[in-house]
């Protein structure tokens, strides 16, 4: 057979084949016309895994994968007629591998005799690799189904060339009709800046993240995580970009921030949030001298009374009520918050005049006190408002809103309805508040507290009845500290419950050391005075019955000295207390009667054994005597027993004696004295 056109042609090799044949870099078998294996170049040798010895005479068909043998004839039939062709099959290699391979096959006369030459392509990892294409191309194809996140694949313009149903169900519209639209279509006007500038940067950078907002087909807004990237696809750059519904996350965020800068009852915004606002309003007077602002800090005058006597719920609505009328009451540009229980703060930043900020407190004073109806009561709500004018002097939002706190404690004070400017003496006053209230503390804690007694002189008989306890502070470095310097600060610091127990606690255990020591000529009792804030409190009782008992002692050994104030604010529980220390034989005086706010009908509702006549009434001028035989009269019908606090001189003595009062206390008298004065007083047994 001559060669045919289908092959190269050249010189043979002395194995039987062309002398190509070893130097081709293809795979290649030289065949009889019977199928038997003649030669075998060294690409196929390492192929098959073996040279043409080591292979043996074998016919080719013994080196197809015997699935494909069948399909042998027909191709081989085709290469002996001189047609060439590709035939892609499976070969078995020595080591049992299966290779897939195109066999391209001709016939060429090789020294005389007809060989059929074969030059094999190996396909296998071609054909691999496309497998494993199709599969990646399988799953981004699954992933891009059946994502959790939107995908939208467009182009830099923002036309929407494809959608998953993600991003169909995210944005409402169908897969098709997404496919129409733009991605603007699916932003606000608000957020199209931020979408175009994102395309920008997306084009610049190659991938970009950004948050924006968007608009379902239906109209609802929702906000979106979105993550872009450049890919080429045929040639084309697009954009894909991954949407993430972030609204629950954003909803969440804001109310987070809400609570963390927003207080619950009012709405308005919080301390936090005005320390922010303050520390930019002194930023802004530290970089320019001709900036400034105004702190107004407003309380509300007796808000603890409306609390104690009708109830925190009302105080509620109070404060609620109040935070509306500032709201509306101060400017445009002015910042109200609620920094404290019964605290707000206006802020007017740029403000520096003194006598505007005047005003404006003027006109939010006047807006708090208009009547009020809550829970069918008419209320007067009324504010004392402490102001700090700043330029350049602050560095700390805090220290402005300590001396407008210092400014407003001097407001309150006055009264109802101050105002007060904070100065620099105000400052010093305040740091001395806080050294007396830590040495305070400290006294306590440490045994610097005296008990002092001052006899109650019977004046029918001209003896002492009863002893007056006093508590007396001994500073180790100021000496005697002032009552009225210490107490009202115990009062407003809480200190004024731990003076309550430790004078009751003491004046127990004198009362016992003076029945021991004097026997007949011991004080019948001791009169102790428990603050407003002690006396309505069932505890009070308790502490009652363990000093009694840890003395041995009964109730009538006790007296307890309390103010209408007291009484008057929490009305049914003082009674319920009043009831109680009457059943364990404990009296009750009402201390500095005449001075207070009570109503002369509530008396008659108190089980109080004597009523004390202010000294106001008694020293002095005799224009007090109606006054004081008024009281007399009253407390007589009631069943009380009249005490004068402050006679001082003989003609004071003589006229409360001659008005029926049953007992006096005064410097007339003595003044409070020690322990050991009191005893030595007592053993005398003086008369008047």
């Known amino acids: 057979m001559k060669p045919t056109d289908a092959g190269p042609r050249g010189k043979t090799s002395e194995e039987g084949a062309p002398a190509w044949f070893d130097q081709s870099f293809d795979p290649m078998l030289g065949l009889d016309l019977e199928g038997e294996l003649k030669a075998v170049n060294p690409a196929c040798e390492r192929l098959l895994g073996g040279s043409l010895a080591e292979l043996g005479s ?26 060439a062709g590709d035939w892609e099959t499976e070969l ?25 030459l074969m030059v094999i392509r190996d396909l296998t990892e071609d054909l691999r690799a496309a497998a494993r294409w199709r599969r990646s191309e399988e799953r981004l194809d699954s992933l891009f189904h059946f994502a959790g ?33 733009q991605l603007l279509d699916f932003a606000p006007a608000s957020a199209r800046r931020v979408m175009r500038g994102a395309m920008e940067q997306l084009e610049t950078l190659g991938s970009y993240r950004f948050e924006a907002d968007m608009v379902r087909s239906n109209g609802e807004a929702l906000a979106v995580a979105v993550a872009s990237s450049l890919l080429s696809l045929d040639g084309r750059q697009v954009v894909q970009s991954h949407l993430r519904d972030i609204s629950r996350h954003r909803d ?50 007796r808000f603890q009374t409306i609390n104690d006597g009708l109830g925190r719920r009302v105080g509620d609505q109070v404060l609620v009520e109040v935070a509306r009328r500032l709201g509306q009451a101060v400017g445009d540009e002015d910042a109200l918050a609620r920094v404290g229980s019964d605290e707000l703060a206006v802020l007017m930043p740029r403000v520096t005049g003194l ?18 109806q809550l829970e069918n009561r008419n209320l007067v709500v009324t504010t004392s408002v402490g102001i700090v004018q700043c330029k350049d002097s602050y560095l700390q939002a805090e220290d402005c809103l300590r001396d407008a706190g210092s400014a407003l404690m001097e407001a309150k004070s006055g009264g109802v309805q101050g105002q007060k400017v904070f100065t620099k003496a105000m400052w010093n006053r305040a740091l001395r508040r806080l050294d ?39 500073h180790p470095e100021r000496g005697i500290v002032p009552p009225m310097e210490f107490l009202p600060l115990a009062e407003e610091t809480g200190l004024i419950l731990e003076l309550d127990e430790w004078v009751l606690r003491e004046a127990a255990r004198a009362e016992r050391r003076f029945r021991d020591e004097l026997g007949a000529l011991a004080p019948r009792a001791l009169a102790v005075n428990v603050s407003s804030g002690g006396f309505c409190r069932l505890e009070l009782v308790a502490l009652v019955d363990e000093v009694l008992h840890e003395n041995r002692l009964s109730g009538r050994h006790l007296k307890v000295e309390v103010t209408e104030s007291a009484m008057i604010g929490e009305i049914a529980l003082a009674a319920e207390v009043l009831g109680r220390l009457q059943e364990r034989g ?19 509702r108190f089980p109080v054994s004597t009523l004390k006549i202010d000294r106001s009434f008694v020293s002095g001028p005799s224009r007090g005597s109606k006054i004081i035989e008024a009281v007399v009269l009253m407390g007589h019908n009631l069943g009380m027993k009249i005490t004068a606090e402050g006679i001082e001189t003989a003609d004071d003595l003589a006229r409360v004696r001659a008005l029926g009062c049953e007992k006096g206390q005064g410097y007339l008298f003595s003044r409070p004295l020690d322990e050991a004065s009191i005893l030595e007083l007592l053993a005398r047994d003086p008369t008047w």
């Open 149 to 181: 996140d939107a995908i939208l694949i467009h182009d830099l313009a923002g036309l929407i060339l494809d959608a998953n149903p993600r991003a169909s169900e995210l944005l409402g519209s169908s897969i098709d009709e997404l496919r129409r639209r």
């Open 355 to 372: 006598i505007r900020a005047r005003e404006a407190a003027d006109a939010l004073q006047a807006a708090v006190a208009k009547p009020l």
């Open 92 to 116: 078995k290699t020595r080591a049992g591998d299966t290779r897939s391979v195109r066999i391209r096959a001709w016939v060429q006369d090789v020294d005389g005799s007809p060989r059929l």
């Open 436 to 474: 007396l209230e830590q040495a305070l503390r400290r006294a306590v804690e440490e045994g610097q507290l005296r008990l002092y007694f001052q006899p109650i002189v019977d004046l029918r008989t001209g003896s002492i009845r009863d002893l007056e306890c006093l508590v007396r502070w001994l």
């Open 252 to 301: 969440a965020e804001h109310q987070l921030r809400r609570a963390f800068f927003n207080d619950p009852l009012t709405g308005l915004p919080n301390r936090t949030w005005l320390e922010d606002r303050l520390s930019m309003a002194i930023g802004r007077a530290q970089r320019r001298s001709d900036e400034g602002f105004v702190l107004m800090l407003l309380g509300l005058d």
């Open 586 to 604: 404990v009296q009750v005086c009402l201390d500095d009667f005449g001075t207070g706010y009570a109503s002369l009908g509530y008396l008659h």
């Open 58 to 83: 074998c016919r080719f068909v013994e080196l197809l994968a015997e699935d494909r043998r069948e399909e042998l004839a027909r191709h081989w039939a085709r290469w002996t007629q001189g047609k």
